[in-house]
């Protein structure tokens, strides 16, 4: 009973938003897999992430940057549950595709609605913000980790 509840919260609180910004999408993964720094060996290592939810929808007005004056095309990807956006698109569809970018990099396709996303930081970059100095320093090796993921979208 305790599950259909959740369940049911969780997909009018999906619909709600997918009205209020003229269509969504729920992105489900399949499979994540990246690397992780085993401190042990000190090497770089494949590992498996437990996937992600997503939400990718249309951006209301309120949510443009001070940059945009018009983007009717803005959709926003969202992890599902998070208030901030992990990638923007600024270009919205073209065709079946939509490509974002910020944090992470995701693609979808509207006819096969397929998705995949990838997150590159942490193996190339090793900077980070320093809390207290709010400037750049070196990163602890393996305190970010690059992976990949796949999965399959719905609307909603």
Request: glycine share 8%; net charge neutral; proline share 5%.
């Amino acid at each position: 009973m305790r599950g259909l509840l959740v369940c049911l919260v969780i997909c009018v609180s999906v619909t709600a938003t997918a009205k209020a910004a003229g269509g969504a999408y729920l992105c489900i993964g399949d499979h994540a897999v990246g690397f992780s720094f085993d401190n042990n060996s000190k090497q770089w290592i494949e590992t498996s992430f437990k996937p992600h939810k997503y939400i990718v929808r249309k951006a209301k007005p309120s949510e443009f940057n001070n940059n945009a004056e018009n983007r009717p095309n803005l959709w926003i990807v969202e992890e599902f549950g998070e208030k901030l956006p992990v990638a923007f698109c600024d270009d919205g569809f073209k065709g079946n595709f939509l490509d974002c970018k910020l944090f992470l990099h995701f693609e979808m396709n509207r006819q096969n609605m397929r998705f995949n996303t990838w997150y590159l930081i942490g193996y190339v970059d090793d900077l980070e913000i320093d809390p207290k100095s709010k400037k750049w320093r070196k990163a602890p090796e393996g305190s970010d980790t690059p992976y990949m993921e796949i999965g399959k979208c719905s609307p909603v």
